[in-house]
């Protein structure tokens, strides 16, 4: 091999090196990602952010990121915390809707919790559809579904060195009033007094499990439709959330 052949082989491997390192992020970056606490949200409609003024569009309509509980909850907590969103509009605890698909959080979750591991904490508020007259559940058997769901968490290795992340269970807002919206109030029709029964429940298995736990009821009222948040409620749970966040997961721990 010439010396000609031999600087350009020299000249291309320096220049591979240098592109590979550039393309690596630093030992001072990956520290940093690492340091991060993951947060993951897993809900439905008031999750992903719904709209109530929308709920006779042909297309629901979603809150800004930077209005959404979720993205209120990402400010306060700041630059050491990933907060991840997982709402999705219908979804229940551990039912399948024979009127829409995939909307069953028990099937979903594992590949969730999966896909977004490791996970520090999961903040979950589900079973605001459990009370649709389709499934025929009484609030002490939401309960139920959502237990099982925090015992998937809980039992999970999706957590640092696969073991479990933490849980902070949120009781949904009560439902009310929906006289106005008579087909969305046909879908509920015990829906204000049953969602009015939900915390007692919710904080039994949050107690029973040892996890975290915040009755919304006491913080924040459904908005025009009697089932989804407007932006002021939206604001008062992201608030709530993120100091209990804060307790569970100090910043500087």
Known sequence: MSNTDENRRKLDFDELFTFVESSCPSLDERHHTRLMKNVLCFGDSNTWGFMPESISLPCPERHPHDVRWTGILARELGTSFRVIEEGQNGRTTVHDDPFALARNGKTVLPAILESHKPLDLVVMMLG???????????????????????????GSDAGIGNKAPKLLLLCPPAIGDQLHLPDVAAKFP??????????????????????????????I????????LDAAAHG??????????????????
């Open 128 to 154: 605001t559809n459990d009370l649709k007259a389709v499934f025929g559940v009484s609030p002490g058997e939401i309960a139920t579904g959502v237990k099982m769901l925090a015992q998937m968490i809980l």
């Open 190 to 219: 015990n829906g204000q007094k049953d969602s009015r029964r939900l915390p007692k429940y919710y904080e039994a298995v949050a107690n029973s499990l040892g996890c975290g736990f915040l009755n919304t009821q006491t913080l």
């Open 221 to 228: 009222e459904p908005g025009s439709d009697g089932i989804h």
């Open 236 to 253: 008062r749970l992201g608030k709530a959330v993120a100091a209990l966040v804060k307790s569970i997961l100090p910043p500087d721990a």
